[in-house]
């Protein structure tokens, strides 16, 4: 009788283990992901920068060499510039990149995906882009604000041509 | 010289059954030539009782898959039968092995006969009658 | 790697030892762990139907939905929501200590190497399933495990767009999405159940449902956890924000904290070479793979006990191919058949009493061979003096394996204890080669060739054919189940078989050996 006892009792505490365990670490132990202090920068966006380079007639001969189907006129190439990327933060750059165009012929979008924890606080936030051959080392895209950073908020910085430049939210 | 006459009323009409049952008719009377002969040592005769012991424990297994296939009502009685049977040649090894059947070889036959016989009239009649749409 | 086997196998072996006497052999929880995999994942689904149907898939709704679910009435939906997650977690454990513990038995090398490499996509499925439903509560933790796993897959260069992007800020996730995911979490599961049928297939009778009073304790015990710890969302997600403090579940979600330690690289390397190495497992040395057993036509019937016997159907009956009127034959697919000789054990022509040196039968195992086990069973014979003279047949991957002979104890190995054909039981005694036969085998719950003892007790018994003869003296007969753990065990129970063998009549051993059992065969 008191082994068939010893039996429901031994049986009742490894359900009960198993249960405990299963139980807690459905939920816990708790891990910091982020310092609750800390703010989070992301940036991101994915933007074509123009085609620059010239288009060119191409000679008769040329377009005999080529399939009847793809006889164009112009020879336009497809290679996109590399984008230059600039992030600064209180002044200090955190990002200074340049971000290649995507594909295998290079005519993609440059796209970008960081994120940067910072502390909470309120911070001079500058982005810097370049999309465009030049040599005065000037800027095609810049944007400078001020924001007030609660701990464990995500800022984001985006970029859209078409919306005018940089958007931070 | 044959101690079971083989007759087309063996039939069951189940064409694998009746060649295995032709296969130990074959055997038994083969055994009983050698029981004639003056050399029948007791060594053959042990070695073919056997290959009869062998040979009948496959054939039931065959016929008791077959009764379960075509799910043959008298299945149950059957197949105790063939364990009888089984326990049966058992036994007649080990008289013979005791040396039983020294110098009495034709009680050894009668035996088998029996031993076969009985079962084949009864039971494998009775299976042959409801295989064969009786 | 039997240096990594052992020491998991041990480990086992105590833990089994003690579940043995807390559960008893046959509800011990550690001889079903892929049926509780089943019975869990059977709990998952049935919750998720319940959960389902009050469930929003839409973003903005989902949390809420989900809180309405657990909470109002509680006792309904709230309660399938927690079994929901527990038996999930539970699943998980169940599933890592099933492949451990088959890692720890080697039932899963060689030939059985099927059921092993197919249980991989298993695991992935699992977790992608769990993954999926953690995202659906659209929690912070939710928030947590979406943008967390994008930006590890984001690494693999599949992506054009990088799909972290989705979550990007308040707005990004729209209903497509997240729809999709949803979808995710339906279809998921759903092959995962197919992959499931696939991981048995080479497996005759698998156990994918647990004995009752198990599946009712562990019902219960996940029943009285989601009553006592109601499952419990962890406020509604924001992708204006971070989660900072994460409370994952670390049955599913370990890997996340192990990416912003390390790097989404390095994890990916180290899935890939945890996968690697896993899938190699069935090959890695020591690997010896005895000859598959062969068919000798002439003897074969077709009476098929062979394929009903055998444990991971190996054999099947085709139609005849010899011209004998026979309907079939028995056919071994070699490359699943593991050597293990229930095979050779079922068939009705594997008797001893014949004189035949080569003792041919209709299906036999090269290694060994029906005459090599007839020679060793006269050879252990020979080996033992006395009037308590017993032969042990046992098995290799039991108790007996190393059970030491001594002057009147012998023992004949064999790869699996179903190899041995009742007949030989009967030849042993009726030829007086011993007093008494011990049958040694595995232990159910560990059983190495998983039918070997189940079929033997059942021939035994005359309940399974080939059935032991009723003449057999059962007072010189004995058996014992035991796994190698319980070597004292199977000792003590020899000694105490040996202790109530009647004595022999002093007729029979007076009586002649026909065939002189005692010289070499003719």
């Known amino acids: ?169 | 010289m044959t101690l079971i006459e083989w007759r087309d009323s063996f039939k069951t009409g189940i064409e694998s059954v009746d060649f295995e049952h032709a296969e130990l008719v074959a055997l038994i009377n083969r055994l009983y030539d050698r029981l004639g002969a003056a050399s029948g040592r007791r060594e053959a005769v042990a070695a073919f009782l056997g290959e009869l012991h062998d040979g009948i424990a496959a054939h039931f297994a065959l016929e008791e898959k077959l009764m379960r296939k075509h799910r043959y009502a008298g299945l149950p009685e059957h197949k105790d039968d063939h364990e009888k049977l089984l326990d049966e040649i058992r036994d007649i090894m080990e008289e013979h092995e005791r040396g039983v059947f020294d110098d009495a070889s034709d009680r050894l036959a009668e035996r088998l006969d029996i031993w076969f016989s009985r079962h084949f009239n009864t039971f494998d009649r009775r299976l042959h009658e409801a295989v064969s749409g009786g | 790697m039997n240096a990594l086997r052992r020491p998991v196998r041990a480990f086992f072996a105590a833990l089994e030892g003690l579940f043995d006497r807390i559960f008893g052999p046959e509800q011990n929880p550690l001889a079903h762990l892929g049926a509780l995999g089943f019975f869990f994942y059977w709990i998952v689904v049935a919750t998720g139907v319940h959960l389902y149907i009050g469930f929003d898939t839409s973003v903005a709704g989902a949390y809420d939905s989900v809180e309405h679910l657990s909470r109002s009435p509680w006792f309904l939906a709230g309660v399938s929501r927690s079994l929901h997650r527990y038996a999930s977690d539970a699943l998980v454990v169940v599933m890592f200590v099933h492949i451990l513990r088959e890692f720890g038995l080697d039932r899963c090398r060689g030939v059985r190497w099927f059921s092993w490499v197919v249980g991989m996509p298993i695991i992935v499925f699992v977790y992608a399933s769990g993954i999926s439903g953690y995202w659906l509560v659209w929690d912070r933790l939710a928030q947590y495990v979406a943008i967390a796993s994008t930006e590890w897959l984001d690494w693999l260069p599949i992506f054009g767009e990088p799909i972290a992007r989705n979550f990007l800020t308040r707005g990004s996730l729209d209903d497509r999405f997240f729809t999709l995911l949803v979808f995710l979490h339906i279809a998921v599961p759903l092959i995962l159940v197919f992959v499931l049928w696939i991981h048995l297939q080479r497996i005759s009778r698998p156990d994918i449902n647990p004995p009752k009073r198990l599946a009712a304790g562990t019902a219960a015990m996940l029943l009285g956890l989601s009553l006592v710890y109601p499952a419990t969302s962890q406020g509604p997600a924001d992708l204006g924000t971070v989660t900072s403090i994460v409370r994952p579940d670390w049955f599913y979600l370990p890997l996340y904290p192990l990416v912003d330690f390390l790097s989404a690289g390095s994890v990916w390397a180290i899935v890939a070479g945890a996968t690697l190495v896993m899938l190699a497992i069935p090959w890695l040395p020591p690997l010896r793979r005895p000859p598959a057993a062969v068919v000798t036509l002439d003897l074969c019937n077709g009476c098929g006990r062979c394929a009903e016997d055998c444990p991971y159907s190996a054999i099947s009956m085709a139609p005849r191919s010899d011209g004998k009127p026979f309907e079939v034959e028995a056919v071994v697919d070699p490359d699943l058949c593991v050597s293990c000789g229930i095979c050779v054990g079922a068939c009705p022509t594997s008797t001893p009493f014949r004189s035949d040196p080569k003792l041919p039968t209709a299906i036999d195992v090269p290694e060994p061979a029906l005459h090599a086990l007839r020679d060793a069973t006269r050879e252990a014979s020979r080996r033992c003096v006395g009037d308590r003279r017993i032969l042990v047949f046992g098995c290799l991957h039991s108790a007996a394996a190393l059970q030491p002979e001594s002057a009147d104890t012998a023992v004949v190995p064999l790869p699996c204890v179903g190899m041995l054909p009742p007949s030989f039981i009967d030849y042993v005694l009726s030829r007086d080669l011993a007093d008494g036969v011990f049958l040694a085998g595995c232990a159910d719950s560990s059983s190495y060739n998983r039918l070997g003892p189940r079929w033997t007790r059942a021939r035994l018994a005359g309940e399974r054919d080939p059935r032991l003869r009723q003449r057999v003296p059962r007072d010189r007969l004995a058996a014992a189940w035991l796994a190698p753990r319980d070597r004292k065990r199977l000792a003590a129970e020899i000694d105490a078989f040996r202790a109530r063998l009647p004595k022999r009549a002093p007729a029979s051993s007076a009586r002649p050996a026909l065939v002189a059992e005692r010289e070499p065969a003719q």
């Not at chain 1, 031994?10 to 807690?24: L, S």
């Not at chain 1, 010239?54 to 984008?83: F, G, H, I, N």
Request: aromatic share 8%; hydrophobic share 40%.
């Open chain 1, 1 to 169: 009788m008191s082994a068939r006892l010893l039996q429901w009792a031994g049986q009742a505490a490894a359900y009960a283990g198993f249960a405990a365990f299963v139980g807690y670490f459905s939920s816990a132990p708790a891990y910091t992901h982020l310092d609750p202090a800390m703010a989070l920068v992301k940036v991101s966006f994915s933007h074509g920068a123009p085609r620059q380079a010239a288009c060119r007639e191409r000679s008769a001969e040329e377009l005999a060499k080529l399939p009847p189907t793809m006889r164009r006129k112009m020879d336009c190439p497809r290679v996109r510039p590399t984008v230059s990327l600039e992030l600064l933060v209180d002044g200090i750059p955190l990002i200074a990149e340049s971000l290649p165009p995507s594909g295998l012929s290079k005519d993609g979008p440059s796209r970008i995906y960081r994120t940067i924890p910072v502390t909470a606080g309120t911070h001079t936030l500058t982005a810097r882009l370049r999309d465009t051959i030049r040599d005065d080392g000037e800027w095609d895209y810049e944007r400078t604000i001020t924001a007030e950073l609660a701990p464990a908020q995500n800022f984001v910085v985006d970029f859209r041509a078409d919306a005018g430049g940089f958007l931070f939210r």
